[in-house]
C-alpha cells in the first residue's frame, strides 16, 4: 500500500479519532480487512470507507470483522462498511491465483513469505502432504513452484475445500495435486501412503495431530509443525514435537525454530522444522 492511511482520513475524522483510527488492516485480494475497528468510528465507517476507495485504486471492497473466529472452522463474522456487496475475492500471491470468500474459509496473506520459505526446501521427487489445507495456499505454491511429484491437501472445511479445487483448476497443477475433504484423523490413515514431507499450518490445535504426522512420514521425512507463543518461549515448540517424538518411538532431530509472524502483541507464529528418523 502506499501512505499511511491516516494520513487521507485527516479531512474526514478529528485528531482524537485519527488517534482510534488502526494502522493494521489485511488485503485478500480486492478486500480490505480491519480486523480490530473501533466501536467509537462506527458512526463514520462509511466515510472512512469511501476515503479508503478513493485513494487505493486496487481496493474494492472494505469490511470490518464483528466477530472474532468461531465455529467449528473458526472463521471470522465481517461487515462490509463501504465498496461492491461481496466477500470473494481472488488473491495474487508468489505467482499463484487463489479464489477466496473470506468469511467462508479462513486465508492468511501475511504468510506468503513463509510459504516461499517452505517452497524452497523441497527436493526433486517429493511426495507432499498438507494437513488443514484450506483453500491451498500452501498445495498450488509447492505444486506451481518446486520439483515435488505430488501434493495432498486434507481439508474439513467444505468451503474452502471447495476453493481449493477451483484453485487446482486455476493455476493448472490438477495432475499433481490430489484433494481430500474431510477429518485428517480419518483421512490420512485411509491413503495408505508415506510421505517425504509434511505440513501442518493449524497452529492452535495442531500438537494434538503429531502423532498422525509422525505416522505419516517416510523414514528421514521432514515435518513443518506451527505453534502460537509468546516471545522468549520458542523453545516450547520444540519440546512439543520431542516429546510426540518420544511416545511414537521416532528419533527426530530439529532442524530449525522459525518466527512467522505476529498472531497478536507479544504473540508469535512459530515453525519447527524436524527430521523424523
Known amino acids: ?37 473501533p466501536k467509537a468510528l462506527e458512526k463514520k465507517e462509511k466515510d472512512i470507507a469511501k476515503v479508503i476507495l478513493a485513494n487505493y485504486p486496487s481496493v474494492k471492497v472494505v469490511t470490518k470483522k464483528v466477530k472474532q473466529f468461531s465455529g467449528r472452522f473458526r472463521l471470522p463474522k465481517l461487515k462490509i ?27 492468511s496473506p ?45 481439508e474439513i472445511n467444505p468451503a474452502a475445500h471447495h476453493y481449493a479445487e477451483i484453485n487446482a483448476i486455476r493455476n493448472k497443477v490438477v495432475e499433481k495435486v490430489q484433494l481430500f475433504q474431510g477429518d485428517v484423523k480419518k483421512v490420512v490413515p485411509g491413503l495408505g501412503k508415506s510421505f517425504d514431507r509434511i505440513l501442518m499450518p493449524l497452529p492452535k490445535s495442531a500438537g494434538e495431530y503429531l502423532p498422525l504426522a509422525l ?20 523453545g516450547k515448540a520444540a519440546e512439543t514435537v520431542g516429546a510426540a517424538c518420544g511416545k511414537a518411538g521416532r528419533r527426530c532431530t530439529v532442524l530449525s525454530v522459525v518466527p512467522c509472524g505476529k498472531y497478536s502483541p507479544g504473540h508469535f507464529r512459530v515453525c519447527v522444522d524436524f527430521r523424523a528418523e
Open 1 to 37: 500500500m502506499k501512505k499511511n492511511i491516516k494520513y487521507f482520513l485527516r479531512g474526514v475524522l478529528t485528531a482524537r479519532e485519527l488517534a482510534l483510527m488502526p494502522n493494521a488492516f489485511d488485503v485478500v485480494g480486492d478486500i480490505m480487512i480491519f480486523a480490530d475497528f
Open 81 to 107: 462498511i463501504g465498496g461492491e456487496r461481496r466477500k470473494e475475492t481472488t488473491h495474487r500471491e508468489n505467482g499463484v491465483l487463489l479464489t477466496v470468500h473470506v468469511e467462508k474459509a479462513y486465508f
Open 110 to 154: 501475511r504468510l506468503g513469505t513463509e510459504r516461499q520459505r517452505i517452497a524452497s526446501q523441497v527436493k526433486p521427487g517429493e511426495d507432499i502432504l498438507v494437513m488443514f489445507s484450506g483453500v491451498g495456499p500452501y498445495v498450488m505454491e509447492l505444486a506451481r513452484h518446486t520439483p515435488c511429484a505430488s501434493v495432498y491437501g486434507v
Open 215 to 234: 505416522s505419516a512420514a517416510k523414514r528421514g521425512g521432514i515435518i513443518h509443525f506451527y505453534d502460537f507463543l509468546e516471545e522468549g518461549e520458542f
